[in-house]
């Protein structure tokens, strides 16, 4: 998930929105300015790598991958989506009432080692949980800020910066999970103490969809049994931000392009979002290579769709070019089984088709990290993938 907006704290999650203060773009979140110096993931090999089995929120299509940490002592179980559009980690806790009745709650009064910052915060993020386009806040967090012991994959790092979730908007209650990790370009939180511990500083992801399962989180390392061939690697555009963003040159559907789908964009990689986000026009330009059908569901402002019926008559291979650090070209292919995501509600006989317009942000989801193995690899800032 990707945060619109923060306020007071960093937080995470689903790239956020903005609650507050005026919308901005994600850049605007960036928290750290520098690059770890490459020594410092090579100082020390103290900790082996560490793998955290992730179970898939499917409803109608693949939307979130979900797997188990544990926080406090003794340790409470506490499921969180691993999710590289955001920062900080928040879970639901016993001090949120009713409004996370749905949820298994932290309680930080059963541990001894809980510190309670007494500072709240509140996040909102402008991509959620399921392909609905976030209107407004929402998707909206309240938080108060904590420390405590954090055990990921069975690697433990004491006094890691955590949030309470206070409070939650309704489109958060049909989560099966409890919270978010963020897993930022930036190492924070445990995966930042566990680098110091030693730990190399990536992580792996292998979100398989549902039909397949045994999605798993790698931390400190890759999982070479999970893909055959070798990893493509790009750089990270702009080195030192926390958003995980790759430029691409060129955008080709079903092997043609336009003058539009060939301009340059940042796109963002969210591994807590299963959509798609364009603009409007580059949105469009894509549909209209698929399908004239394809029009916009004026009653969900942001999202497309077509007649069910027609779906498995279209071929929408979605090329997204990239430049591998050689300077080679590559894709990130999205094959015609992942155009639609299910039926509307209000009109089930539409599909809702995989891109949601959002101007100002360009972003990638789980429809697109499913079908390859991805390295994120924060000490050298880059992505890497592999087809599985
Ligand atoms: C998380 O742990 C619970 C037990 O506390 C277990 O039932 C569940 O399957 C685990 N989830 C995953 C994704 O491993
Ligand atoms: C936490 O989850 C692990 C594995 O998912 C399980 O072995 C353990 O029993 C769980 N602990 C609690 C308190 O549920
Ligand atoms: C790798 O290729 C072999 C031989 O084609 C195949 O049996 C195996 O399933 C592949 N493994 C993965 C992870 O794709
Ligand atoms: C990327 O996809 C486009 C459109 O299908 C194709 O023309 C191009 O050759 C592909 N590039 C690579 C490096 O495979």
């Known amino acids: ?18 609650s507050s203060e005026p919308v901005a773009t994600p850049h605007t979140i960036r928290i750290q300015s520098r690059v770890a110096p490459k020594e410092a993931t090579l100082r020390r090999r103290a900790l082996s790598p560490a793998t955290v089995p992730l179970a898939d929120f499917f409803l109608g ?10 926080v406090g002592t003794p340790p409470q179980n506490v499921s969180v989506v691993f999710d590289t559009g955001s920062s900080t980690l928040e879970f639901a806790s016993t ?15 059963k541990s001894s080692t809980f510190v309670d910052k007494k500072t709240t915060s509140s996040i909102t993020f402008s991509t959620g949980v399921g392909v609905d386009p976030v209107i407004g806040s929402n998707y909206k967090l309240t938080l108060r800020a904590a420390t405590d012991t954090v055990t990921v994959g069975g690697l433990s790092a004491p006094k890691v910066a955590l949030n309470l979730i206070t409070s939650q908007t309704a489109k958060f209650a049909i989560d099966p999970f409890s919270g978010i990790q963020g897993m930022s370009a930036q190492a924070q939180g445990f995966f930042a103490a566990l680098t110091k511990q030693g730990l190399p500083s990536l992580f792996s992801l292998y979100l398989t969809p549902q039909a397949i399962g045994g999605a798993e989180l790698t931390i400190g390392g890759i999982d070479n049994t999970k893909f055959n061939g070798s990893l493509t690697y790009a750089d990270q555009s702009d080195q030192g931000s926390s958003t995980w963003t790759l430029t691409s040159p060129k955008i080709s559907v079903n092997g043609k392009t336009t003058s539009t789908l060939k301009q340059s964009r940042d796109v963002i990689f969210d591994s807590g979002t299963s959509n ?13 290579l698929i399908s004239s059908k394809i029009k916009a569901h004026t009653s969900e402002p942001g999202t497309y769709g077509i007649a069910c019926s027609l779906i498995p008559t279209l071929p929408a291979v979605i090329d997204i070019g990239f430049t591998d650090q050689s300077g080679k070209p590559f894709n990130l292919t999205i094959p015609s089984s992942e155009l639609s995501v299910g039926p509307f509600a209000d009109s089930p006989s539409t599909c809702q088709t995989l891109i949601n317009a959002f ?3 360009s972003l990638v989801g789980g429809s697109v990290l499913k079908h390859y193995y991805s ?3 924060v000490g050298a800032q880059r992505i890497g993938f592999a087809a599985i």
């Open 276 to 288: 798609i986000l364009f603009d409007t026009e580059t949105t469009e330009a894509i549909y209209a």
């Open 359 to 361: 101007d100002g942000l």
């Open 1 to 18: 998930m990707h945060p619109l907006s923060i306020s007071l704290l960093l937080a995470s999650g689903c790239l956020p929105l903005v």
């Open 375 to 377: 390295v994120w690899d």
């Open 95 to 109: 001090l949120c009432g009713s409004a996370c009745d749905n949820q298994v709650k932290f309680d930080s009064t």
């Open 61 to 70: 299509t693949d939307l979130q991958w979900f797997g188990n940490i544990s």
